[in-house]
């Protein structure tokens, strides 16, 4: 039996992207990346729940980003779920992050490069109406 773990999300950039190198000399960029999804609460009105998600994007698609996107920019990515620790004053603690592998900024914005190795434009079309 095979597995899978594929993440797709679309939601909206909530920090600068900086651009850094790591010690093996790679350019990648960590974000973060809200997504939301409408639900009731017990009076049955109408209710937007907001999720964070930790983004990290390596090597062109990083450089591109870093370049053409900011803070509130619209992103589409596909990657994959990535578990990573973190070492604070001797506390280790466990994470879990989006390795992302491909990303897309969202068409319709003036001025805005496609950023993605293989054409998606079907699927962020599809999916642009997700932010409004």
């Keep these: ?9 679309m939601g909206l950039i909530g920090n600068h992207p900086e651009l850094k190198v790591s010690s093996g000399g790679k350019p990648y960029v960590h974000l ?10 017990a009076n ?3 209710r937007r729940e907001t999720q964070w998600h930790k983004i990290m994007i390596w090597g062109k698609n990083a450089e ?6 900011t803070k509130g920019s ?4 596909e990657g994959h779920l990535a578990n990573y620790t973190k070492e604070d004053n001797g ?10 592998e491909q990303l897309q900024l ?3 914005i003036a001025g805005t490069p496609t950023v993605s190795s293989e054409n998606r434009d079907s ?5 642009r109406g997700l932010l409004n």
């Design 44 to 46: 049955g009105g109408a």
């Design 1 to 9: 039996m095979g597995s899978i773990n594929r993440v797709v999300l």
């Design 74 to 77: 619209p992103l589409y990515i």
């Design 123 to 127: 699927e962020v079309e599809s999916a």
């Design 64 to 69: 591109l980003c870093a370049s053409f996107c």
């Design 32 to 41: 973060s990346l809200s997504t939301y999804r409408r639900t009731k609460d």
């Design 106 to 108: 969202i068409p319709g």
């Design 91 to 100: 506390h280790r603690t466990f994470h879990i992050g989006i390795v992302a």
